[in-house]
T-cell receptor, first 117, second 113 residues
Framework: DTGVSQNPRHKITKRGQNVTFRCDPI?????LYWYRQTLGQGPEFLTY????????KSRLLSDRFSAERPKGSFSTLEIQRTEQGDSAMYLC???????????????FGAGTRLSVL | QQPVQSPQAVILREGEDAVINCSSS?????VHWYRQKHGEAPVFLMI?????EQKGHEKISASFNEKKQQSSLYLTASQLSYSGTYFC??????????????FGAGTQVVVTP
């Protein structure tokens, strides 16, 4: 069991550049989630997929953010025209679909820390 | 709408006990507790599903009072390895939301020798 893997671990970019992050979930998990975490705060939901379908997006996810999960395996999160306010830790989590949604346990990756200069 | 955690931070000496509280203004159907060490992934500790339920993970246990819409995490005889930030999370249970786990702001725990 290799856990949730995220790459890169750190990304420094200049304002206005585009960045892309990758997440590889636990292999048998069909749900994949993206969160954003800033200093001193808990993870904040961005979006999630069930297999290849994107089922929910947060209002926080502006038009500059796009996420994909082709073939229902790994996922990418792209931020276009980055702004300094985008600086944060971007966390990915995955879970196996549980019969009762309240039992859905999410397992997190170590995150990608983005710094926008 | 996110859960509220208290205290924000706690400093303990090894062997001491601490309680972290998590409360919500909305109905809680389950509570998920995680611990995150600096620069690492949040690690799942336990899930509480039923009112009045208690669970344990080594000397870390938790209770869930569904009626009061709150959960408490108990760190007993703390060890240095318990240091980290503890988050409680709960699902937003609306008909159009299946995946949105909402987290509190976290409680930073520092255990000193």
């Amino acid at each position: 069991d290799t856990g949730v893997s995220q790459n890169p671990r750190h990304k420094i970019t200049k304002r206005g550049q585009n960045v892309t992050f990758r997440c590889d979930p636990i292999s048998e998990h069909n749900r994949l989630y993206w969160y954003r975490q800033t200093l001193g705060q808990g993870p904040e939901f961005l979006t999630y997929f069930q297999n290849e379908a994107q089922l929910e997006k947060s209002r926080l996810l502006s038009d500059r953010f796009s996420a994909e999960r082709p073939k229902g395996s790994f996922s990418t999160l792209e931020i276009q025209r980055t702004e300094q306010g985008d600086s944060a830790m971007y966390l990915c989590a995955s879970s196996a679909l549980a019969g009762e949604r309240a039992k859905n346990i999410q397992y997190f990756g170590a995150g990608t820390r983005l710094s926008v200069l | 709408q996110q859960p509220v955690q208290s205290p924000q931070a706690v400093i303990l000496r090894e062997g001491e006990d601490a309680v972290i509280n998590c409360s919500s203004s909305k109905a809680l159907y389950s509570v998920h507790w995680y611990r995150q060490k600096h620069g690492e992934a949040p690690v799942f500790l336990m899930i509480l599903l039923k009112g009045g339920e208690q669970k344990g993970h080594e000397k870390i246990s938790a209770s869930f009072n569904e009626k009061k819409q709150q959960s408490s995490l108990y760190l007993t005889a703390s060890q240095l390895s318990y240091s980290g930030t503890y988050f409680c999370g709960s699902y937003v249970m609306t008909t159009d939301s299946w995946g949105k786990l909402q987290f509190g702001a976290g409680t930073q725990v520092v255990v000193t020798p």
